[in-house]
């Protein structure tokens, strides 16, 4: 079965390959290939699932490999419940036309009066969006930058914590209050 980070994976090495191949003499290829030979292809990681504890079903904290050891921890700490999550990473995708609006934001100065500004086919964008995605998937690896998001991809199995509680009073004076 082919994901989501297979294309990914697929995508970049194909960009990277392909702007390898188009950049003339400005840039040597011996450093891209030196440098594509050491970094991961893709930044992506696939995160296994793992047990959390939360006090409110919104924010998650600790992680942990078993019910049991969430469970435990929820209720040494007063957690409300537990929950299977599964981390996520930023999307990085970049799109063309983002930055050919930005451009000719820039630019706007600069046109005549009918606003003509870097033509492209829409194979054109989509090339552009691989290429800059590729780029900045590329910049990541290079230096090391984590790009594990907050919120978590998926949450279920929620669990909540019970603590059993006892009134202190009741237990001191050995009676029952009065209502």
């Keep these: 079965?082919?994901?989501?980070r297979d294309v990914f994976k697929i995508a970049a090495g194909a960009a990277a390959t392909a702007t390898a191949a188009s950049v003339p003499a400005i840039v040597e290829a011996a450093p891209i290939a030196e440098a594509a030979a050491v970094l991961p292809a893709t930044p992506y990681t696939d995160y296994p699932w793992k047990w959390f504890c939360t006090y409110d079903g919104e924010i998650y904290y600790d992680p942990f490999e078993t019910f049991e050891d969430a469970m435990?921890?929820?209720?040494?700490?007063?957690?409300?419940?537990?929950?299977?999550?599964?981390?996520?990473?930023f999307d990085l995708t970049l799109h063309g036309d983002w930055v050919l609006e930005h451009l000719c934001d820039r630019n706007e100065e600069l046109?005549?009066?009918?606003?003509?500004?870097l033509k492209c086919t829409p194979e054109q964008e989509k090339d552009l969006t691989q290429m800059l995605?590729?780029?900045?998937?590329?910049?990541?690896?290079?230096?090391?930058?984590?790009?594990k998001a907050w919120a978590f991809r998926h949450v279920k199995n929620e669990t909540e914590v019970s603590h059993e509680t006892t009134n202190l009073w009741e237990e001191e004076l050995n009676v029952s209050p009065k209502l």
């Design 111 to 117: 046109m005549n009066e009918d606003g003509d500004f």
């Design 1 to 4: 079965m082919t994901t989501r």
């Design 133 to 147: 995605t590729a780029t900045i998937e590329q910049w990541v690896m290079k230096h090391q930058i984590s790009i």
């Design 72 to 89: 435990e921890s929820a209720k040494e700490s007063d957690y409300s419940g537990v929950a299977l999550c599964q981390e996520q990473d």
